[in-house]
């Protein structure tokens, strides 16, 4: 009888230690990432705000410039470990299969619709990265047409980006006057941008980056008396993006 | 947490504590020295057995270094079986679960607590004879109930539905299992099927099928071996009408166990459930299952 008594016990106190349920949330590794605008030229004499050179020569005033930055993923540095890790996985006898996902840990696949400002340097939040310990090496940015629900679509400016991934309009400077242009794309363009070595590790588990897009290289390509309309413009804009790392977002 | 768990260790190994001595002989009264672990015994009227069942699991799911979460659980199940006819045994099932879910970034969740409790019945319809019978055919039903409590972080939000306990649903089930007793060596064969209902934040687990076959070999009274194969097959869960990527499909374990009988009226078990057929949608890889068990009849 003594060894039910001190089964039963055992099993209450047991019981009602558990009762006492709980839990606990320990952060880990977090990127933030931001976006702004810049100049990297020398401005035209004399200038307006949204006045350029291209690099042909062609001299062109933005009016109104939006695009929708689709994507942004962390691309690991490689390493040996990586591909024995790769190797492991295609001989392991346990079958698994892949799942396709958006968003990850390393993508983020928020569109964000982003307007060219009256003033370069203000930062927009992107949104935040939990990816894996580890080097990322470069980030892959790629812009495709807006969905219904991209981040920004109402401060577009008037434009309906929906469907779009680029509206740029402005006037180009000629003989006879300032001609005006409307480019509106609905391609795709992905550029990697280096990360400068990005560590995240448990001693250094929060980042920061900044990419910056020099507006003032969008129409590259654009000779005095051509029209932007024959130009990739998307393209310019992704070959544009850097990295800048002394912002905050 | 450790903190918190030492308790909880030191009172399970009250639990495992075999009493000092037996004072009936559960055997003796089926008329099958068959060590039996618990789920499968012999009824006979007003028979009681205790059980502890500790067991240590993992999986991952998604791509490792990409979108992967880690699962870590170890859980003691207690329970208590009751005959209170030849032919009917009814148990409830107490989880107690210590539940770890780890992200790539390293960010983590821990939640421990009671689980969900699983209520059965289980009504043995034919035994070719009374007393050591030889063939036994047994029908069950049960439900899991959602006593499971909604675990919160420190700041009060809700931890994720993959760190909770429990489902929080009301999940019936029901099955059929034989039994065969020929000389050292016994067989089982059971199916039990699962059929969950919506639970907390809108989930749904899918429902499932999961089936045992395993034979046993006992050459001593004291100590026998098992080696079973178990298989589960199941519908992909949902949230919300949505559903999940990862999960749902067939998987397989083989099973052996080791049962050893220190003392008359207790059984130890130990064993493993290694997975060797996964067919799960998704990415989804499971750990092997280490269990211990002790079983005592009052």
Same mark, same amino acid.
């Given at each position: ?5 001190? @089964? ?11 009762? &006492? ?15 702004? *605008? ?38 690991? &540095? ?7 890790? /790769? ?81 740029? $309009? ?19 363009? $992905? ?20 990419? *910056? ?15 932007? +309309? ?20 | ?9 030191? &009172?399970?190994?009250?639990?495992? #504590? ?6 009936? &002989? ?19 009227? +007003? ?21 992967? #979460?880690?699962?870590?659980?170890? /859980? ?55 007393? $050591? ?86 050459? @001593? ?78």
């Amino acid at each position: 009888m003594a060894s039910v008594v001190k @089964s039963l016990a055992s099993s209450t106190a047991l019981l009602l230690l558990a009762a &006492c349920g709980g839990g606990e949330r320990i952060e880990g590794m977090s990127l933030s990432l931001g976006i702004t *605008t810049a100049r990297t030229r020398s401005a035209p004499v004399p200038s307006s705000g949204r006045t350029l050179v291209t690099d042909a020569g062609a001299e062109a005033t933005l009016s109104g410039a939006r695009f929708t930055l689709g994507s942004v993923e962390l691309l690991p &540095c490689e390493s040996t470990g990586w591909r024995w890790q /790769r190797l492991w996985d295609a001989l392991s006898p346990v079958g698994t299969a892949w799942a396709h996902t958006v968003s990850s840990a390393t993508r983020l696949g928020t569109p964000h619709v982003i307007t060219l400002r009256d003033r370069d340097g203000e930062v927009l939040p992107l949104g935040e990265l939990r990816p894996a310990p580890g080097r990322y090496c470069r980030a892959r940015l790629t812009f495709e047409p807006a969905d219904d629900d991209a981040v920004g679509l109402s401060d577009a400016q008037g434009s309906d980006m929906v469907g779009l991934s680029l509206h740029v $309009s402005g006037t180009v400077a000629g003989a006879d006057g300032a001609t005006p242009f409307d480019v509106k794309a609905r391609g795709r363009s $992905s550029v990697d941008v280096s990360l400068d070595g990005l560590e995240l590790s448990e001693d250094a588990p929060r980042a920061t980056r900044v990419f *910056t897009l020099a507006w003032d290289s969008w129409l590259d390509g654009l000779a005095p008396g051509g029209s932007p +309309g024959n130009l990739d413009v998307l393209g310019n804009v992704a070959r544009s993006a850097s990295l800048q790392t002394s912002a905050e977002p | 947490m450790k903190a918190s768990f030492l308790p909880l260790l030191l &009172c399970g190994a009250l639990v495992l #504590l075999p009493g000092s001595r037996a004072w009936a &002989c559960a055997t003796c009264a089926c008329g099958d020295p068959t060590l039996m672990s618990m789920g499968t015994e012999q009824p006979f009227a +007003g028979r009681l057995r205790l059980s502890t069942t500790l067991r240590a699991w993992g999986q991952t799911v998604g791509q490792e270094r990409v979108d992967a #979460l880690r699962l870590r659980e170890a /859980r003691m199940d207690v329970a208590v079986a009751y005959a209170p006819l030849p032919w009917l045994f009814l148990s409830a099932t107490l989880p107690l679960q210590a539940r770890e879910v780890r992200e790539v970034s390293l960010a983590r969740e821990r939640g421990w607590g009671v689980g969900d409790v699983e209520v059965t019945a289980k009504a043995f319809l034919f035994k070719d004879r009374e007393f $050591s019978a030889d063939h036994l055919f047994s029908v069950l039903v049960g439900v899991k109930l959602p006593t499971a409590p909604k675990l919160r972080a420190e700041d009060g939000t809700l931890l994720e539905l993959d760190t909770q306990l429990g489902s929080g649903s009301v999940d019936p089930l029901a099955g059929l299992a034989y039994q065969h007793f020929r000389g050292d060596w016994s067989f089982l064969l059971s199916a039990t099927g699962f059929l969950p209902t919506r639970g907390i934040q809108g989930y749904r687990a899918g429902a499932s099928v999961r089936a045992t076959a395993a034979a046993q070999l006992q050459p @001593s009274a004291r100590w026998a071996v098992r080696l079973g194969v178990d298989g589960r097959v199941e519908s992909a869960a949902d949230i919300d009408g949505e559903e999940e990527a990862n999960g749902g499909g067939f998987i397989a374990y083989a099973s052996p166990d080791l049962l050893f009988s220190p003392t008359t009226d207790v059984v130890v078990g130990a064993g493993v459930r290694v997975p060797f057929f996964n067919r799960l949608r998704g990415r989804v890889a499971p750990t092997p299952i280490a269990m211990m068990s002790v079983a005592y009849d009052l």
